[in-house]
């Protein structure tokens, strides 16, 4: 694993002056309690400002509503994915038993959400900064342009581009509890669109599959409630 840990710095292009949290990024939660959703949850706030300041510097002519469309389908958890798999997080994953033996090493949630750990992890460790450059130098391949659309568009971004061609503001999500034993988790979370005073709740293997679930129910309820 340190072997591991290192050729991955290198993949990265950055070298950790404290190594402890890229091995905490890599860490599920079946594996141990010192695991990477708290890292998680701050990368993606991480990742959603970089992926926003470069949208702005290089489509900046764009309104807000198609920043908004293109930065959903950069971040979404299928290109999240593919991001991981260039940088051989597979090989470095960190599960328990039960999980490695479901095959968990692939499974598409769990590796968006260490590649948002790792990206928490550079910010701890060095600053936004060396984060931005890595966020950029992750998404270098990834093609960028104004006409990106949401084919196969998940229910978070169907939520969103719904409130903001209203002009509504943005649904909160919350992770409200959690269920089952650690190796075999889910997530409950809750989707609130304040100006509409309506909550629903998901349920998913994952925070990231919770909030889709739950955007998914908010999607239900809204076009069987709301006036269109």
């Not at 190594?19 to 949850?41: I, K, P």
């Not at 290109?79 to 997080?89: E, F, V, Y």
Request: hydrophobic share 45%; glycine share 10%; charged share 25%.
């Amino acid at each position: 694993m340190a072997d591991g840990l290192i050729a991955l710095q290198q993949r990265l292009q950055h070298q950790f002056s404290n190594t402890a949290l890229l091995r905490q990024a890599v860490t599920h939660r079946s594996f141990s309690a010192d695991h990477y959703e708290r890292l998680e949850f701050l990368g993606d706030s991480v990742l959603g400002l970089a992926i926003s300041d470069l949208l702005y510097a290089r489509l900046g002519s764009l309104p807000e509503g198609d920043l908004s469309r293109v930065r959903a389908n950069l971040v979404r958890q299928e290109t999240l994915h593919q991001i991981a798999l260039t940088m051989g997080l597979p090989d470095v994953l960190r599960l328990g038993e039960g999980e490695m033996r479901s095959g968990g090493q692939k499974r598409a949630s769990i590796l968006a959400d260490a590649l948002e750990a790792i990206i928490g992890a550079v910010y701890l460790d060095a600053g936004f900064g060396p984060a931005q450059a890595l966020v950029h130098r992750l998404f270098e391949a990834v093609e960028i342009n104004p006409q990106m659309d949401a084919i196969g568009k998940d229910a978070k971004t169907e939520l969103q581009e719904w409130l903001q061609g209203r002009k509504l503001k943005l649904p909160i999500y919350t992770v409200v509890g959690t269920l089952g034993a650690a190796h075999k988790q889910s997530f409950d979370v809750e989707c609130e669109v304040p100006e509409l005073r309506l909550s629903e709740r998901g349920i998913g293997g994952s925070r990231r599959a919770g909030e889709q679930a739950a955007a998914a129910a908010m999607l239900q309820t809204i076009k069987t409630r709301v006036p269109t």
